[in-house]
């Protein structure tokens, strides 16, 4: 729980969307209730509305897992 809370609080921070992918479901990240409603324990992806694609590695580092 603490992880979604801190996941949600980084996304908060951005001025663009932020989606996140479960499958076929998709949430708004800055959402809490939407993160929940995923399976987090499924890998997730995430849809950041920036092009900006290095201060999202950077800020969501911790969370990344290369595949």
Same mark, same amino acid.
């Given at each position: 729980?603490?992880?979604?809370?801190?996941?949600?609080?980084?996304?908060?921070?951005? $001025?663009?969307?932020?989606? #996140?992918?479960?499958?076929?479901?998709?949430? %708004?990240?800055?959402? /809490?209730?939407?993160? +929940?409603?995923? $399976?987090?324990?499924?890998? #997730?992806?995430?849809?950041?509305?920036?092009? %900006?694609?290095?201060? /999202?590695?950077?800020? +969501?580092?911790?969370?990344?897992?290369?595949?």
């Amino acid at each position: 729980m603490q992880d979604a809370d801190k996941f949600n609080k980084l996304c908060s921070k951005f $001025d663009c969307d932020m989606d #996140l992918q479960s499958g076929k479901y998709y949430v %708004d990240a800055k959402s /809490i209730m939407g993160i +929940f409603s995923l $399976d987090l324990s499924k890998p #997730l992806v995430l849809d950041a509305g920036t092009d %900006d694609e290095q201060k /999202i590695k950077e800020t +969501f580092a911790d969370f990344i897992r290369e595949e």
